[in-house]
Nanobody, 113 residues
Framework: VQLVESGGGMVQPGGSLRLSCAASGFTFSNYDMSWVRQAPGKGPEWVSAINTGGGSTYYADSVKGRFTISRDNAKNTLHLQMNSLKPMDTALYYC???????WGQGTQVTVSS
């Protein structure tokens, strides 16, 4: 199983980023997927989740209305579109499989002016 995140970077408040997670080594379409983030000095925070078919999505209150999770089962890829970014969104963002049994290495998102 391999999960590889990409798309992070530094952006000003109000900006946007689109994270991707490339999955391999398992049948991607059989698993719910999630995004989890960890800010410096804090514990992991669940951000968003999506079911196997992509028809059901879930968001933490802190990102609802700003972030959109999606998946492309044909390309084994998970995405997180992040708009209206705030400094509080600064964190290492991970994609995770199912009940968090596998995680990627993370991609850093920094929101700063």
């Amino acid at each position: 199983v391999q999960l590889v995140e990409s798309g992070g970077g530094m952006v000003q408040p109000g900006g946007s980023l689109r994270l991707s997670c490339a999955a391999s080594g398992f049948t991607f379409s059989n698993y719910d997927m999630s995004w989890v983030r960890q800010a410096p000095g804090k514990g992991p925070e669940w951000v968003s989740a999506i079911n196997t078919g992509g028809g059901s999505t879930y968001y933490a209150d802190s990102v609802k209305g700003r972030f959109t999770i999606s998946r492309d089962n044909a390309k084994n890829t998970l995405h997180l579109q992040m708009n209206s970014l705030k400094p509080m969104d600064t964190a290492l963002y991970y994609c995770a499989r199912g009940w968090y049994d596998y995680w990627g290495q993370g991609t850093q998102v920094t929101v700063s002016s």
